[in-house]
Structures are given as structure tokens and as C-alpha cells.
Nanobody, 117 residues
Framework: QVQLVESGGGLVQAGGSLSLSCAVS??????????IAWYRQAPGSQRELVAE???????NYADSAKGRFTISRDNAKNTVYLQMNSLKAEDTAIYYC?????????WGQGTQVSVSA
């Protein structure tokens, strides 16, 4: 059974940076064999895609994340990262890791990101 564990959230001032991690566990689940995405959900809003990376390392970003966020993958650590720079108050949300593979799909528990204006 795959498990996704997010970390790295916190409180930061506008203009600052945070790096989120999504560690994938489970002996047969390798990040280079699955598509992984970061989603976020702000209070009163729907969950939305922030960034994703495919098995072939193709990346895709929401317009709000382009130029500020970078998704990357470390196969050796079986971890996917989301580097977030130039954070804005509107980036405040719970950030979730999502993985999809031949085995199905899974969500992490989420990590809170709060950006003060």
C-alpha cells in the first residue's frame, strides 16, 4: 500500500519561500513510475492543481504557479518536491500530494502553507 507524506509547510511572509516534500513509501512504489501532482485547497474553495510531473518528467503548472513554483523529483529519495518562491497571501492553502500509477491513486494528508501579507 502506497503512502504519501507531505512536509515543509509553515508560515512565511509574502515574498518568501517554502519547499514542500512528498515522500512516497511502500517497497514497490517508485516515484519515477508514477505521475505525481501537488494540489491545494484554500478555505471555501475547491481543490486545484498547482503542479504535476509525469513519469517522463514532463512538468505542468497552473498559471498562478508559473515562474514562481518548481516541481522536481529525487528518485534516490523517492520524494517529490515543490519549491515555492515569491509567495503571495493568495497561496495560503492546504497543499496535498497526489500520486497516480498502474496500481491506482492516492492522496497525502496535506500540509498547511500560510502566507502573511
Amino acid at each position: 500500500q502506497v503512502q504519501l507524506v507531505e512536509s515543509g509547510g509553515g508560515l512565511v511572509q509574502a515574498g518568501g519561500s517554502l519547499s514542500l516534500s512528498c515522500a512516497v513509501s511502500g517497497s514497490i512504489f517508485k516515484v519515477n513510475n508514477m505521475a505525481i501532482a501537488w494540489y491545494r485547497q484554500a478555505p471555501g474553495s475547491q481543490r486545484e492543481l498547482v503542479a504535476e510531473i509525469s513519469r517522463g518528467s514532463r512538468t505542468n503548472y497552473a498559471d498562478s504557479a508559473k515562474g514562481r513554483f518548481t516541481i522536481s523529483r529525487d528518485n534516490a529519495k523517492n520524494t517529490v518536491y515543490l519549491q515555492m518562491n515569491s509567495l503571495k497571501a493568495e497561496d495560503t492553502a492546504i497543499y496535498y500530494c497526489y500520486a497516480k500509477g498502474a496500481w491506482g491513486n492516492a492522496w497525502g494528508q496535506g500540509t498547511q502553507v500560510s502566507v502573511s501579507a
